[in-house]
Structures are given as C-alpha cells and as structure tokens.
C-alpha cells in the first residue's frame, strides 16, 4: 500500500516557475514507477511525466517537454515536478501516481495509487 500526499501548487504568473513535491508513505516506494498527470475539468487525466523507480528513464508530454522536469529521491520517498515558463494552458489539477507497471504507461487507469492533486494557476 502506498499512500501518495502532493504539495506545492498556487496561483502564479505567466513566465513563472513552481515546484510540485509528492510524498509517499510506505516502503516500497522505490519498486513503483512514478508519473505526474494534469486534469482541467471537462477532459481526461494527462500524463505529464513519468519516471521510472530507479530514475534513470523519464518520460515527458510534448506541451511540457522542455519546460518541466520530473525527479525523484527514494532516500526521502518523494517525487519532485519542476514547472518552468508556465503557460496559462498548464493551469489544471496535477496528480502523482504510482504503478508497477514496467515501461512508459501513459494510461491512467494503469496507475495503482493516487494523489488528492493540488491546484496550479497560471495567470495571463
């Protein structure tokens, strides 16, 4: 069982940066593969990033490639999501996960545990 605690969203300008951390519970959190996706209402959840348990494979959606970047320290059982040069259209709902499933899954429904998300802003 891993119990997944997001922090770090607001309300920030255009241009602006924030740093999402997710903490998981438990300890095994270094056998699981760990995303970040993004939910406005009205849509589906999108992954974001992903990065494998070991760090050492990342995953990112072309709207945010080059400007987020996706960490992880197993020694403090967190995963970290750099936001760089925000956009109005990043504004959403960002969600961690976990799974064991192996490779770049990019389907929710495929993540085992799941944050409560936290907001993220982006004014214009």
């Known amino acids: 069982q891993v119990q997944l605690v997001e922090s770090g969203g607001g309300l920030v300008q255009a241009g602006g940066s924030l740093r999402l951390s997710c903490a998981a519970s438990?300890?095994?959190?270094?056998?699981?593969?760990m995303a970040w996706f993004r939910q406005v209402p009205g849509k589906e959840r999108e992954c974001v990033a992903r990065i494998s348990w070991s760090g050492g494979s990342t995953y990112y959606a072309d709207s945010v490639k080059g400007r987020f970047t996706i960490s992880r320290d197993n020694a403090k059982n967190t995963v970290y999501l750099q936001l760089n040069s925000l956009k109005p259209e990043d504004t959403a709902v960002y969600y961690c996960a976990a799974t064991r499933h192996l490779g770049i899954v990019l389907v929710a429904t495929l993540y085992d545990y799941w944050g409560q998300g936290t907001q993220v802003t982006v004014s214009s």
């Open positions: 438990g300890r095994t959190f270094s056998q699981y593969n």
